[in-house]
């Protein structure tokens, strides 16, 4: 392997921490700064303006990745966005209309469910995009238009630099499409790119919070169950988080959309499950920590990933608070994707699993 480790004990922290460098790269290819303005690598043939709807499909942390997007789209760009993970996508046989924008998401290029819905989606006229980290994939040469990830080769089984460097690129692309259909204004575009212009400083300042983190993982390497929650874009990054922790801790892991916990859920909590709630200040802070207090008031062992604004609406029932930087709404679900990886890395060592190569699981599933 010509890849090494540098100074880290693994290729996970090592990716963790080439973050801020992989985002910062991966950005100097969409954004113009100096212009405040989003300014694509390609161009793109068709019209955000024209299309009707949005179709993203992918699997595993990709996919979490193109649910995030599904909010920024809508959001900022008012465009319906279907997403699905592509294994279900492909046997669906789902209709749609005639030149509309398939998009693919896979850091391999390889990954055989979602080659097929790319193929399904050649077969229905439809516009293929993809966001691959490998350049020369199979995905990448049967798309139309690519969009790369520059986050360099990603060894470990579990994604993590790549699923960021994904999120980055949704982002301008959101912004894109937001601009394309008039519905974001030249300065809401420049105060965006202002809020990607400083993601490489937050993911640093969101690494900063390790030790805090590191101190959790003998408590939570003794559960058996441990629950993610968010709201909006960060429910997907409640998603990724619980699927990061069950890969590499072996530990049952759940994400949940933080409203939808008292429909079922809740009846598993007690004393001994650790609850990780992701909830930087939105729009929605107040909704979620509403939810995280009837977590609470079941005596669930609540840890908290906030910003300084969140912490202090917060209330004293948490029993543990991460803090992440203070960030646009925008770039939130790819800071707040930091301390969720690290929650998982840390207690998977603690534990001493294989963290780079977890058993039954492969770094690109090329078969069905
Ligand atoms: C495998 C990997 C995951 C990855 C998923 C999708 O399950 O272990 O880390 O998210 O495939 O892979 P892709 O290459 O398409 O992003």
């Known amino acids: 392997e010509s890849v090494s480790k540098g100074n880290h004990r693994h290729f996970m922290s090592k990716e963790i921490y080439e973050q801020p460098d ?45 649910m995030i997007a599904k909010y920024w789209f809508e959001k900022y760009a008012r465009l319906p ?3 699905d993970i592509a294994s279900e996508f492909r046997y669906r046989e789902p209709p749609m209309e005639k030149d509309g924008l398939a998009l693919f998401v896979s850091q391999s290029g390889e990954t055989a469910d979602t080659l097929a819905a790319l193929r399904y989606c050649v077969s229905q006229d439809q516009h293929i995009a993809s966001i691959v980290n490998v350049a020369e994939s199979t995905i990448a040469r049967e798309s139309d238009v690519v969009f790369p990830t520059l986050c360099g080769p990603e060894i470990c089984v579990a994604s993590t630099k790549a699923t960021t ?11 894109a499409a937001g601009k394309q259909r008039g519905i974001l204004s030249d300065a809401q575009e420049a105060e965006m790119v202002d809020a990607l212009a400083k993601l490489p400083g937050a993911m640093s300042k969101a690494l900063a919070s390790e030790p805090k983190i590191a101190s959790l993982d003998k408590s939570l390497s003794k559960a058996k169950d441990v629950f993610y929650l968010g709201r909006g874009a960060l429910y997907p990054v409640a998603l990724e988080g619980a699927l990061k922790f069950k890969e590499i801790t072996y530990i049952h892991a759940e994400g949940y959309a933080a409203g939808e ?8 909590i007690d004393e001994k499950v650790p609850v990780v ?29 906030t910003d300084e604004a969140g912490a202090k609406q917060a209330g004293p029932d948490i029993n543990e608070i991460i803090l ?45």
């Open 165 to 175: 460097a994904q999120q980055t690129v949704l982002a301008t692309l959101a912004i």
């Open 261 to 268: 916990l008292k429909h079922g859920p809740i009846a598993l």
């Open 22 to 66: 992989t985002i910062s790269h991966t950005l100097s290819n969409y954004v113009n700064f100096a212009e405040r303005k989003v300014q694509l690598p390609q161009e793109l043939p068709f019209d955000f303006a024209k299309l009707s709807r949005l179709t993203i499909s992918s699997c595993g942390g990709s996919y979490y990745a193109a």
């Open 81 to 83: 966005v279907e997403v």
């Open 277 to 305: 709630v992701v909830a930087p200040s939105d729009a929605l802070l107040e909704k979620t920590l509403s939810n995280m207090h009837e977590v609470a008031a079941r005596g669930g062992n609540i840890i908290l990933i």
């Open 324 to 368: 992440m930087p203070e960030v646009h709404e925008l770039v939130q679900p790819i800071v707040a994707t930091v301390p969720v990886q690290l929650l998982a890395y840390h207690t998977a060592v603690f534990m001493g699993t294989d963290v780079d190569q977890p058993r039954n699981l492969a770094k690109s599933v090329t078969v069905e």
